[in-house]
Nanobody, 115 residues
Framework: QVQLVESGGGLVQTGGSLRLSCVVSGMIFRTRGMGWYRQAPGEERESVAVITSLGSTHYTDSVKGRFTISRDNTKSTVYLQMNSLKPEDTAVYYC?????????WGQGTQVTVSS
């Protein structure tokens, strides 16, 4: 069974940084795309960043230049480095992948940016 375990969330001041990690098990990690999504209270879940199996990255406009998604295939881990954080980034962040034509989500990790 595919499992995604996230860590790294927390409370940070405006302008600060956090690094989220997502450890993947139960699939051949290197052949699958990975992503980070977030959901703020009262909002729909939105895609933040995606990295393909070949390493191409895609970001939502609001985080371009501030966030970096990366992957370490030897550790089956995907990261989201978040710099210059803003209060608008406050949300629960979820790790995502799609093995076997089924969406799989992590449990989520809370990121709170104080103004």
């Amino acid at each position: 069974q595919v499992q995604l375990v996230e860590s790294g969330g927390g409370l940070v001041q405006t302008g600060g940084s956090l690094r989220l990690s997502c450890v993947v098990s139960g699939m051949i990690f290197r052949t699958r795309g990975m992503g980070w999504y977030r959901q703020a209270p009262g909002e729909e879940r939105e895609s933040v960043a995606v990295i393909t199996s070949l390493g191409s990255t895609h970001y939502t406009d609001s985080v371009k230049g501030r966030f970096t998604i990366s992957r370490d295939n030897t550790k089956s881990t995907v990261y989201l480095q978040m710099n210059s954080l803003k209060p608008e980034d406050t949300a629960v962040y979820y790790c995502w992948t799609r093995p076997f034509n089924v969406d799989v989500w992590g449990q989520g990790t809370q990121v709170t940016v104080s103004s």
